[in-house]
């Protein structure tokens, strides 16, 4: 069981996301986060898709998703070089004065933005990658009592030269 | 010039060469039938309800390989078609299903008869769309016939807002359509196929494991060319039964959880198994890890998402049945099987398929008095779901004149009777028989007025038990007789612990020659095997309506050899 990555071209029309969303859930595949958007082309969204799964639930999962009528392309991203990125609002409420400062210094050392402040609470932008997230969170939550987090799901695009994730 | 929605979709059924829909009117469908019914082309069947529309529906696509098309309402109208969507998906049948829907400005507001049908279906159906725009309507439509009828086939749904089908739009109905993400596998890898063939060719024990893939591609005879050339014994699934003929002197039988015992022992035992067009759904595999251990296996199918889902095989292959028997055929060299089909006969020997015939009538009787009714003639079978489908499966024959249609997917009760209509309406001069149950014949009992108000004389073959007799079988081999709710002649004053039939039983409603009577059918009843050909024969004299033959079977009967669900195929049970 491994976290893998599916970058999916669909048709841009009603119903489109119910139907990938209902092919994971009705055969209870392990989805851990989807986003979709569209493309430079309007007519055509992509959506970036993380699982967990098996290799042979894996090569199933990417046979189901093919076979759709409206799905146009399927991309198996878990093994090519690819930049991701995952937006990530947390908010840290009821800070003392040196709670805000710490909250500061840790925006630092994991390169996010303070994008807003108030008199007890500090809120923090991140794009980072999900696990640079997921440590980010796991610190917030060990240091802090009250915090409230909001997340976008990873994007992905394959790399032109690099390869970084 | 700009023609209404209804009209175009007309128009499209016409140039689709579709001359017959089956058909129950609504409010929201009202427009398109006041079309139908200013146009002669196509015939209308109404059904008595919606379910045993979409069967009847199945049973004319599968027998014909047209399209089944059909028109229901909004609302319950479509709602009672999902069992059949879902059996069509399953068994791959192509059907294109116009559901009406409430004007598009309604839709949300939980207005009257509004189902959100597209939603419900998604995960039963090929391909699904709300037409949301007039113009897109030609397209759609043409998709429609176009996805239910390519690569593996299937059910598709339209749902037809009101509005849509009185607005002027488009006239043309276009005369194809690209679809960027429908991409259908018609070439064969000659390199992975070559790879197969060497397997087939350096085996000892090699088998040939045929699916429903078969009979859907019509490939039945490249594959008894095939087998023949080299000599292969052959087994087949349940939908695959017919792939090759039951008088084929390689055809061993059915395998799976009712399977002949040397065709289950010849799947443990070989050293290759060349399968072509089948899911491995676990009836056919029984416990995986057990499931042909001493095999390669090779698995040739037209649907990628078939391949190494439930067995993970050694030679894949995506293609359709024809194309790659073509080139198997073209290979094919005469291999030395003798002494491999000799151990097969051996088994057969041993256990062969046989039922007792010393007390009384047997399915295995009545289903030998159908094939000598029918030998040598065209007839096409359909069948219900449960025990007596076992028993058709395993002693029905079949051959180049006969087909068998069943729901073998989803296993839909209530299947067979409106899909023998459905196949009788289609081929009103080839003999249909009705093989069904007590239970399942009465899930659409009331499919009967269809079938005399369009003069099909379907011979419905119905094995009366007094029992849901599939689950009885199992409460009586696995549940220490604990016949819940299985027991058909059951009433509120019966005694709460039964175990079993006795003379105190009370008196089985309703009574079949009876009510086959009072909807203007004939009723016959067999309780004796001399009396079997002689009502199959009174049968086939009534060509205006339908004729029930009641067979009373022994309420306790059970179809062997049977494997326990989730266990090796080796285990069966044979006594």
Known sequence: ?165 | MDITGRKLVVKALQEEGVDTVFGYPGGMVTDLFDELYKQDDIRVILPRHEQGLIHEAEGYARSTGKVGVCIVTSGPGATNIITGLADAHYDNIPLVCITGQVPLNLIGNDAFQEVDIVGMTRSVTKYGVTVRDRNDLGKILKMAFHIATTGKPGPVLIDLPKDIQTTPGKAEYPDHVDIRGYKINEGVHVGQLKKAYKLLKSAKRPLILAGGGINIAKANDKLAAFAEKMQVPVVTTIMGKGALSAHHPLYVGNCGMHGRYAANMAVMECDVLFSIGTRFNDRITGDLNEFAPKAKIVHIDVDTASISRNVVVDVPIVADANAALEKLIEWAEEKKTASWRKQIAEWDKENPLEMRRDRGMTPQMIMEGINHSFAGEKAIYVTDVGQHQMWATQYIDLDEKKQLITSGGLGTMGFGFPAAVGAKIGNPDTPVVCITGDGGFQMNIQEMATAVVQGTPVIICLLNNYYLGMVRQMQQLFYGKRYEATCLRRRKNCPPMCKGPSDACPKYEPDFVKLAESYGAYGIRVEKEEEIEAAIAEARTHTDAPTIIEFMIATEEIVLPMVKSGTAMSQMILK
């Open chain 1, 1 to 165: 069981m491994k976290n893998r990555w599916i970058a999916l071209y669909v048709e841009n029309q009603v119903g489109v996301l119910a139907k990938v969303s209902g092919l994971f859930s009705g055969k209870s595949y392990n989805l851990q986060s989807l986003t979709v958007g569209t493309t430079e082309d309007e007519t055509v969204s992509r959506m970036t898709i993380c699982v967990t799964s098996d290799d042979i639930t894996f090569e199933q999962i990417k046979k189901q998703l093919n076979r759709m009528v409206e799905v146009i392309k399927v991309i198996d991203l878990t093994n090519v070089p690819i930049h991701m990125k995952e937006i990530l609002f947390a908010k840290v409420l009821h800070c003392s004065t040196a709670d805000k400062e710490e909250v500061f210094q840790i925006a630092q050392v994991f390169n996010v933005q303070v994008a807003d402040i108030g008199k007890d609470s500090v809120l923090l932008e991140c794009k980072l990658t999900e696990r640079r997230n997921n440590e980010l969170i796991a610190l917030l939550k060990s240091k802090y009592k009250t915090i409230e987090v909001v997340r976008g799901g990873a994007v992905a695009i394959e790399s032109i030269s690099t390869s970084c994730r």
